[in-house]
């Protein structure tokens, strides 16, 4: 993964085999991740690298950060929630994202005609003050790795010390199955990432 921010605009991320090759995301959307970046920049925010990305901070608050994907490029805003944006700009992350908080952009010239919209909302995000911790947010288990728990004290014990995002991934994976067979056989093969304290799609 890069370090230098110049790397990534560069040669990419450094995640993947594409990295430093014409077929990586940053690369492939290099024109609107320039604008994405001036933007940012233009608004007084200080540039980093975090999680091998491009992330801009102030007074210490991350306020936005960076993303090629093979479909799209994106701002990610990390205050989302707590700002007033035009109706659908903002988009979710995924189907388990609880709020939206991506703006995405499949040509560069999209950059151009939401700049006055982007640029507000970051001048908006560097006048909200630190955020209240959030609770965190409700999740059921399913039936299949409730009754697990229940039956494995060394799984339940462990499922409960994980973090409740890392516990929310595995009840999702798990409950994302309609057979119960097939609940039941991830629940086997999740074992062993909970007890070593991770989440369902961790390494």
Same mark, same amino acid.
């Given at each position: 993964?890069?370090?230098?921010?110049?790397?990534?605009?560069?040669?990419?991320?450094?995640?993947?085999?594409?990295?430093?090759?014409?077929?990586?995301?940053?690369?492939?959307?290099?024109?609107?991740?320039?604008?994405?970046?001036?933007?940012?920049?233009?608004?007084?925010?200080?540039?980093?690298?975090?999680?091998?990305?491009?992330?801009?901070?102030?007074?210490?608050?991350?306020?936005?950060?960076?993303?090629?994907?093979?479909?799209?490029?994106?701002?990610?805003?990390?205050?989302?929630?707590?700002?007033?944006?035009?109706?659908?700009?903002?988009?979710?992350?995924?189907?388990?994202?609880?709020?939206?908080?991506?703006?995405?952009?499949? #040509?560069?010239? *999209?950059?151009? @005609?939401? $700049?006055? !919209?982007?640029?507000? %909302?970051?001048?908006?995000? &560097? /006048?909200?003050?630190?955020?209240?911790?959030?609770?965190?947010?409700?999740?059921?288990?399913?039936?299949?790795?409730?009754? #697990?728990?229940? *039956?494995?004290? @060394?799984? $339940?014990? !462990?499922?409960?010390? %994980?973090?409740?995002?890392? &516990? /929310?991934?595995?009840?999702?994976?798990?409950?994302?199955?309609?057979?119960?067979?097939?609940?039941?056989?991830?629940?086997?093969?999740?074992?062993?990432?909970?007890?070593?304290?991770?989440?369902?799609?961790?390494?």
């Amino acid at each position: 993964m890069i370090t230098e921010i110049e790397a990534y605009f560069a040669k990419g991320c450094g995640r993947c085999p594409r990295f430093a090759t014409p077929d990586c995301s940053a690369l492939r959307w290099a024109e609107g991740l320039a604008a994405l970046r001036a933007l940012c920049l233009g608004a007084g925010l200080t540039e980093t690298v975090k999680w091998g990305q491009p992330c801009y901070t102030h007074a210490g608050r991350n306020i936005a950060i960076l993303g090629a994907f093979r479909g799209d490029f994106r701002l990610t805003l990390f205050d989302a929630a707590r700002l007033s944006a035009p109706e659908g700009l903002l988009t979710r992350q995924g189907p388990n994202s609880q709020t939206p908080d991506a703006i995405r952009f499949t #040509a560069a010239d *999209q950059v151009q @005609a939401h $700049a006055a !919209a982007i640029t507000a %909302l970051l001048v908006q995000s &560097q /006048r909200l003050g630190k955020a209240e911790p959030r609770a965190p947010a409700a999740f059921d288990l399913p039936e299949a790795l409730r009754m #697990a728990l229940a *039956q494995d004290p @060394a799984l $339940a014990e !462990a499922f409960q010390r %994980l973090t409740p995002g890392r &516990q /929310r991934s595995h009840a999702l994976h798990v409950g994302s199955a309609k057979a119960l067979a097939t609940q039941q056989a991830r629940i086997a093969k999740l074992r062993p990432r909970i007890l070593a304290g991770k989440g369902a799609t961790e390494a």
